[in-house]
């Protein structure tokens, strides 16, 4: 799978946080208007830009720029890895990830939001033989949340999670939740900016035999980011202190894209 963002999705999300014109950046860029606009529109561009300068205008970081804008991707993992955890994608217009995870003993499960369809989460429910206990929503935007009566009408007694400020008090995320599904522990951690109620769900096992699981929304894609516009800087933040302070080896399983790591992302996300 490619990336969710080419660098010109990036440099895009970058100038909308600092409000500056198209011409503006061209002019640092190396590039004229009509050539930097393109590199923004398709990620590539007549010319070659000057990475460092155009960072710098940006608040990005130049040599992580020019990898994404080289063809980066995070390494290739097998999810089933990890325990049983599994990516579930549809596709509406746009695609987008849920995952489902489960206890292999109890075979109680949990569903991190849920995508346009529940069909196909529905089958592999019905695959393994599992029930469902939780759904664990990382923001309420429509292509993360559109399937969520579905499932509620297959698993009426199945427990929502979420931030959202209209959420029922039962339902709503709170800072010491400690939840246990057989084996899997799950806590949350508040991470807004691409949106309001913005929550990434942490995953660990017991014992501890495998790397901890943040399932993150839209908060962080591999070598990118949620649009925040002039919000980014909270949503950096948020990022830099509840997801990119886990262990290296963490897994990120993202709202859109790939699955990458802490470490990786560290390592290359042009936004830290």
């Given amino acids: 799978m490619g990336l969710e963002d080419h660098v010109g999705d990036v440099l895009a999300k970058a100038r909308a946080a600092i409000g500056a014109s198209l011409a503006e950046v061209a002019a640092v860029s190396g590039l004229d208007t009509a050539a930097y606009s393109a590199l923004e529109e398709a990620g590539s561009s007549a010319g070659t830009p000057e990475w460092?300068?155009?960072?710098?205008?940006?608040?990005?970081?130049?040599?992580k720029l020019a990898r994404i804008a080289g063809g980066?991707?995070?390494?290739?993992?097998?999810?089933?890895?990890?325990?049983?955890?599994?990516?579930v994608t549809t596709e509406r217009g746009m695609a987008v990830n849920c995952y489902l995870v489960w206890d292999e003993v109890t075979r109680e499960a949990a569903l991190f939001d849920t995508g346009w369809d529940a069909a196909p989460v529905l089958a592999l429910i019905d695959q393994y033989g599992l029930v469902l206990r939780h759904v664990f929503l990382t923001h309420g935007h429509a292509d993360h949340v559109a399937a969520v009566g579905a499932v509620r009408e297959r698993f009426p007694k199945v427990k929502l999670h979420s931030s959202a400020p209209e959420t029922p008090v039962d339902q709503r995320n709170r800072s010491n939740d400690f939840i246990h599904l057989g084996s899997l522990r799950i806590t949350n951690r508040p991470t807004p900016g691409h949106a309001a109620d913005g929550v990434t769900y942490v995953l660990g096992t017991w014992p501890d035999d495998a790397p901890n699981v943040a399932i993150v929304g839209d908060?962080?894609?591999?070598?990118?980011?949620?649009?925040?516009?002039?919000?980014?800087?909270?949503?950096?933040?948020?990022?830099?202190?509840?997801?990119?302070?886990?262990p290296a080896e963490?897994?990120?399983c993202p709202g859109h894209g790939p699955?990458?790591?802490?470490?990786?992302?560290?390592?290359?996300?042009?936004f830290f």
């Fill in 52 to 63: 460092p300068a155009l960072a710098k205008k940006l608040g990005l970081e130049g040599s």
């Fill in 72 to 87: 980066w991707l995070p390494s290739e993992r097998d999810l089933g890895q990890w325990r049983e955890l599994r990516k």
């Fill in 219 to 246: 908060a962080i894609f591999a070598g990118s980011m949620g649009g925040a516009g002039p919000r980014l800087g909270e949503a950096r933040a948020a990022v830099r202190e509840q997801i990119l302070s886990l």
């Fill in 250 to 252: 963490t897994l990120i």
């Fill in 259 to 270: 699955v990458t790591t802490v470490g990786e992302e560290q390592a290359n996300n042009p």
